[in-house]
């Protein structure tokens, strides 16, 4: 790789410490050839942007096989378990307990309607797409989230994954 090419692209440092993470090729079969650092710069891309996955550049790998990886990572609890790592060292970094003891949401951060009470919690009349509330509670400091942002184009950054890490990683 000559460098980065966009700024969700990983710097190098970054890529030393998500290169563990990422399970290995499964045994059997053909062997893997596409190189997982422009799967992840491809992801990546399509989480900044906020563009769709056929809108990836060409010259990262093609889109069908970022969004294979994105959604194979999903589905086995890949990205999750890179949260909690990434999560972990942040917050040993600062000298806190790597789990977070509590979460803290205000009017700011979580919208209602006007109506209040329990009838303001309901999501019967939503679609299937993400919901932004969900999308966007859990920052980087939570636990666990519960969607990913490329299909809700909630922010621009990668929140979902330690955001804090992200920027001082890149500093």
């Not at 290169?19 to 491809?42: C, F, M, S, W």
């Not at 891309?45 to 010259?59: A, E, I, L, N």
């Amino acid at each position: 790789m000559d460098g980065q090419q966009y700024p969700s692209d990983l710097t190098d440092a970054q890529w030393e410490v998500l290169k563990p993470l990422i399970p290995a090729a499964k045994p059997g079969g053909r062997p893997r050839t596409v190189d997982l650092r422009e799967v992840l710069n491809a992801i990546f891309y399509v989480v900044r942007s906020g563009c769709t996955w056929r809108m990836v550049p060409h010259d990262l790998v093609p889109w069908g096989t970022a969004w294979y990886y994105f959604r194979r990572w999903r589905d086995e609890g890949t990205w999750e378990q890179i949260h909690d790592a990434l999560r972990n060292q942040v917050r040993r970094k600062v000298g806190r307990e790597e789990s977070p003891s509590a979460a803290i949401l205000d009017s700011q951060s979580v919208k209602t309607t006007e109506k209040g009470g329990s009838g303001a919690m309901l999501l019967a009349r939503r679609g299937k797409g993400a919901s932004a509330t969900w999308s966007w509670i859990p920052s980087g400091w939570c636990s666990r989230w519960w969607s990913m942002p490329p299909t809700s184009r909630i922010g621009t950054e990668p929140s979902w994954c330690c955001k804090s890490w992200w920027d001082a990683s890149r500093a």
